[in-house]
């Protein structure tokens, strides 16, 4: 059975970093695409960030985390972590991890139907 699990969501004030991370199980990270998704109350569901595990390892980000979201991955530990610095009031949400066994392209990831396995989130909110 696939399973994520997401931890290390806190309240932080602006500014601030925190780091999250989703352990999964039930399945290995070769050719795999993992991503982070947010959903602010009232909005639907936003990619944030994937590291695509296929002929080697590759990453994307939504622009508005650019330069201060990191994704990364441990495979001996079977984790994929999202390092948030400089964290903004606008980036609060409820953070998902999400999977998907195989490829998807740089104009695919962002899309939330084109996963197949999610946690069950963790909340961040950062205070002005």
């Known amino acids: 059975e696939v399973q994520l699990v997401e931890s290390g969501g806190d309240l932080v004030r602006g500014g601030g970093s925190l780091r999250l991370s989703c352990a999964a199980s039930g399945f290995t990270f070769d050719n795999t695409v993992i991503a982070w998704f947010r959903q602010a109350p009232g909005k639907g569901r936003e990619g944030v960030a994937c590291?695509?595990?296929?002929?080697?390892?590759?990453?994307f980000y939504t622009d508005s985390v650019k330069g201060r979201f990191t994704i990364s991955s441990d495979n001996a530990k079977n984790t994929v972590y999202l390092q948030m610095n400089s964290l903004k009031p606008e980036d609060t949400a409820v953070y998902y991890c999400?999977?998907?066994?195989?490829?998807?392209?740089?104009?695919?990831?962002?899309?939330?139907?084109?996963?197949?396995?999610w946690g069950q989130g963790t909340q961040v909110t950062v205070s002005s």
């Open positions: 999400a999977a998907v066994v195989g490829w998807l392209y740089e104009g695919n990831w962002y899309r939330d139907r084109n996963y197949d396995y």
């Open positions: 590291i695509r595990r296929s002929y080697g390892e590759t990453t």
